[in-house]
């Protein structure tokens, strides 16, 4: 691995997890170790700030979400980027679609395999629920990035 490790994080609307997790790891990166970025399997949100649920959330813990808007997936950010994390199995199946080479097939796993855990974990996907699943979100996707730096430390 070499510095920056480049990171992006996937969901469907690139609206509630995967800008959750974007701003997450940047925050645990005073370094500078990691280039991080966030995209849609969906293009349903384009250019729009994180749902005001996970906005909610992420104040509630101290964590600025300013400047991040929705963007969908382009295939170019298969190449792009170190490591392509995807918040369920639905949203790597769609990445698994899109890519054309074994070494971009390679980069895709779910964003909860970091914390090795040996199982298909997802990260819900709380849109259409209430605050709780946010506020779960939010724990799962802190632990992750946790692991993630953890993980990553020795290499970078
Ligand atoms: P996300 O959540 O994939 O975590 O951003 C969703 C956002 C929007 C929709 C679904 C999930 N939607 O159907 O518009």
């Known amino acids: 691995m070499s510095t920056p490790y480049r990171v992006l994080f996937v969901c469907l609307g690139n609206i509630c997890r995967s800008p959750l997790a974007e701003a997450l ?9 990691f280039e991080v970025d966030s995209a849609g399997t969906s293009g ?3 250019g ?8 909610k959330s992420a104040a509630r813990h101290g964590l600025s979400m300013e400047g ?14 170190d490591v392509i994390l995807a918040m369920d199995r639905s ?20 964003m909860l395999d970091e914390l090795q ?4 974990l997802e990260v819900p996907d709380p849109f259409h629920g209430g605050d709780e699943g946010f506020e779960q979100v939010y724990a799962l996707l802190d632990k992750a990035c946790d692991a993630l730096v953890e993980r990553t430390r020795s290499h970078i």
């Open 91 to 110: 949203n790597r199946e769609a990445l698994w679609q899109m890519a054309q080479t074994d070494a971009q097939r390679a980069k895709i796993r779910l």
């Open 68 to 81: 991040i808007r929705s963007r969908p997936i382009e295939p170019a950010d298969l190449d792009r980027f």
């Open 25 to 33: 790891l940047r925050s645990k990166d005073p370094e500078g170790r």
């Open 117 to 120: 855990l040996g199982a298909e």
């Open 44 to 46: 349903f949100h384009q």
């Open 48 to 55: 729009e700030s994180p749902d005001y649920r996970t906005r």
